[in-house]
């Protein structure tokens, strides 16, 4: 398939679905108006408060599916972004060409428009026997792409896995400092080891990790919104749980100190701080998404 069929295959189908990496990693799916420029520049529009944009902005990776229902399909994978400058005026330019009813709300800044860079596109006619698959040639798609916008190609030493290695002071009780992690806040036993001397080592599944990095303001304004302004440790661990509420009366019953009760913050989640076993200040925080 040719860059030029995928713009008309868009073009004439006018709708597809796109799906985001929400706050968890899962995908969040809706189903949209879409348009395509001259270059394949895949455009959709999406309320500035929406998850969709929330989403995108924390990872841009998008996955869109155009079609289906006469049989044929145009899957697609790439980055999208919130263009600017000319890139905007040419995204803009196609999708009202496509939807020219939605002029008004672009124009008052109640939706923004959304760009989508292929990297991935593949066709399906499957109204035929045998049905016929085509991939886009990557080269067409590299040239047509805003390469500058595009997510870098991960350095030879990236990173795999963020591990945080606790300390369990000598005399502390190591089983129920385990007990606490494990059981208490949910963390299965990835791995355990034993060795001379009474040495133990526990590894413990926390889902996805993450590195956040705040400079001292940053740090001055979450202490004030999630602990009253308590100095937060240079390293705190913040845990994502399903019921913030929930979790932090287990968590206290289990033998955490509390040091800031559950609230809702302006980022919408429900963060409370503790201070659990091993010196660990933990951040346990629920995410209750974007409207829309």
């Not at 959709?44 to 944009?53: E, G, I, L, Y």
């Not at 263009?83 to 939807?99: D, I, M």
């Not at 202490?223 to 440790?233: F, T």
């Not at 929930?246 to 989640?269: C, I």
Request: one cysteine or more.
């Amino acid at each position: 398939m040719h860059l030029d069929e995928l713009v008309s295959f868009v073009r004439a189908r006018g709708a597809g679905v796109v799906s985001t990496i929400g706050p968890s990693g899962a995908p969040q799916a809706a189903y949209l108006s879409i348009a395509a420029t001259d270059r394949g520049e895949l455009v959709f529009d999406a309320k500035p408060d929406s998850r969709k944009v929330a989403n995108l902005r924390r990872d841009g990776r998008v996955a869109v599916v155009v079609g289906g229902s006469d049989g044929t399909t145009l899957q697609a994978e790439g980055v999208a972004d919130l263009p600017s400058g000319e890139a905007l005026e040419r995204c803009t330019r196609a999708y009202l060409e496509a939807f020219p009813e939605f002029g008004g709300s672009i124009e008052s800044g109640a939706v923004v428009v959304v760009r989508v860079a292929l990297d991935w596109a593949r066709h399906g006619d499957f109204r035929g026997d045998p049905p016929t698959v085509r991939e886009v040639e990557p080269g067409e798609l590299r040239a047509a792409a805003p390469t500058a916008q595009l997510a870098p190609t991960p350095p030879a030493a990236r990173v795999r896995q963020l591990r945080l290695v606790a300390s369990v002071p000598e005399g502390e009780d190591f089983e129920a400092t385990l007990a606490f992690y494990r059981d208490v806040l949910g963390m299965p036993v990835q791995e355990a080891y034993e060795a001379e001397g009474d040495a133990r080592v526990v590894i413990l599944d926390a889902g996805r990790a993450t590195l956040e990095l705040s400079n001292a303001a940053q740090v001055r304004f979450i202490d004030r919104v999630e602990a009253e302004g308590r100095p937060s440790a240079p390293i705190r661990v913040a845990l994502e749980v399903d019921d913030a509420d929930a979790s932090t009366a287990a968590a206290v019953e289990g033998g955490a100190a509390l040091v800031a009760e559950v609230r809702e913050t302006p980022w919408r989640s429900r963060n409370s701080r503790l201070e659990g076993p091993a010196g660990l200040q933990l951040t346990l925080f629920q995410e209750l998404g974007t409207e829309g």
